[in-house]
Each structure stands twice: as C-alpha cells, then as structure tokens.
C-alpha cells in the first residue's frame, strides 16, 4: 500500500469511485463526500431528476465527475454504464452500493411480484453491480466495495415485505465476496445504517411525534444523516480500512445495542 500524503489521508485522490443510487439520500452524500476526498466520482441512478442536481453538486467541486442514468436491476443498463464511466474517468477502483426501494406490506398476502420487485434492487442489483465492477478491479488487482445495509438486515422488521430479507442478504453477499476476492486484492465490507434521516425514511419523520420517540431511545440523543454513513463509507472505501475485510459497521447511534436496556429492571432502572 502506497503511503497517502498528508492532504490525501484517505489515499482516494484520483481513485475512480462508483456510487450506485447516488441521485439522493445516502448515494448523494457518499459521492459529494467522495469528490471533496479527490475521488474521480461517477454516480448513478434511476431517479434523472436527483442525478441532475447531484450533478451540479459534483461539478462545483471537481470536473473528474459524472452521472450516468442506469437500472442496477438490468444487466445491459449495468454494464454500458461501467463502459461509459471507465472511458470517462478509468477502470472502477471503489464501488459503494447504496441503491434501495422499500415496498411495505405483511408477509401473509405480499404479492410475489412486490417481493421481487424489492429484491431484484436491494440485493440482486447489488450483486450485479459488485460482479461487473469488479472485473475491472480484478484487472487492476486491487479494490474496494463498500454495501449500505440497514439494521433491519439483522433485526426483523415487521410488515416491511421483502426489505429485511434484502438486507440481511447484502451483508450475506458482502461476506461472500470478501471471502472469494479477498486473495486478488478486493475487500468488500458493509455499513449498515438504523435511525437515519432519508427520502425513503422522510415521511416517517414527517409524522408529529416520530422524530422525539426515536431519538428518546437512541444512546446518542439525535437521529442520523446521510453525511453520518457517508463518513463511515469513505473509511471503508479507503486504504485506511485496507486490513478490514468481510466486515460491518453499524451506524445507528447505539441504538441497535440497546436491547438489554429496554427490559424492566426494578430496583436498577
């Protein structure tokens, strides 16, 4: 491992990085987050009118930039982004899997085309993604592959559909891969958000009363922004983390440790 200098400490200037999902939310925060480290960023994304102002964003900062309109749940729409950006910027050296759908609904009447619909993003996109990038990280011998899973991928989460089942499989895959690249120089670990401010989380916090009850249980008194996972991407992303492999960090607060705490104890409470 080249030693960084001191204003690259995280040693990803110029490193072409790939954020799926990165139109809004966490995507968004990862790529702006990326592009001020001196990444060569390129973010993709269904959502055109979110890659557009994640565009602007990127373009403020750096001119090695680029968004590209892709289906992470396509092949074909997958590997003529891969095209596109490795003539742009390079070959894929970071991919951050951050593309995510929620499709709420009861395990006892879910549609199987609803459970689909969730999976093929939150774990088939994912691995599709890490399997195309990561040809040209396995030409370039090194890499990093960074999945945003969620709490809810190790605790159940109720009348969520497929979403749970989705995470829980990312972190799975994550491990799988670590396993299998791990020898030709890529590493793959994961980030696993909880209590997270997001386009998708929005409309719970919207609602009078959420944000107080949620922030009353989590450790650290206050919920979560895209900024605070983005931060624990980037370390995973870098060669800071370069003996890190296979592993998870759960961004939550403390929130997902608190379990114990919860219990009635009279006479300690």
């Known amino acids: 491992m080249t030693e960084p200098t001191p204003s690259d400490w995280l040693g990803l200037a110029g490193r072409v990085c790939v954020v799926t999902g990165g139109g809004g939310g966490i995507g968004r925060a990862v790529a702006l987050s990326l592009a001020r480290a001196g990444a060569r960023v390129a973010a993709i994304d269904l959502d055109a009118r979110g890659l557009e102002a994640t565009r602007t964003a990127l373009h403020e900062m750096s001119s090695d ?3 590209a309109r892709c289906d992470t749940a396509s092949v074909d729409s997958i590997t003529a982004a891969s095209e596109t950006i490795a003539k742009a910027l ?63 991928g190790s605790h159940a989460q109720g009348q969520s559909g497929a979403y749970s089942v989705s995470k829980a499989g990312v972190i799975m895959l994550s ?11 890529i590493r793959s670990n994961v980030v696993s958000p909880g209590m997270v401010i997001t386009p998708m989380s929005q409309s719970f916090y919207d609602t009078p009363g959420v944000t107080e009850r949620r922030t009353a249980v989590v450790p650290s008194r206050r919920i979560g922004m895209p900024q605070d996972i983005a931060d624990a991407v980037l370390y995973l992303a870098s060669d800071r983390s370069s003996y890190v492999n296979g592993d998870e960090i759960t961004v939550d607060g403390g929130y997902a440790n608190m379990l114990m705490n919860m219990v009635p104890r009279p006479g300690f409470d």
């Open 175 to 185: 491990r799988q891969l670590a396993a299998e690249w791990g020898p030709q120089g």
């Open 90 to 152: 390079g070959p894929c050296g970071v991919l951050v899997n951050t593309a995510a759908v929620l499709r709420p609904g009861g395990l006892d009447n879910l549609p199987l085309a609803e459970w689909n619909a969730v999976l093929s993003v939150n774990l088939t996109g994912y691995f599709l993604c890490a399997q195309i990038f990561g040809r040209q990280m396995h030409a370039l011998g090194r890499g990093s592959l960074v999945h945003v899973s969620s709490i809810a």
């Open 65 to 67: 930039a680029l968004v």
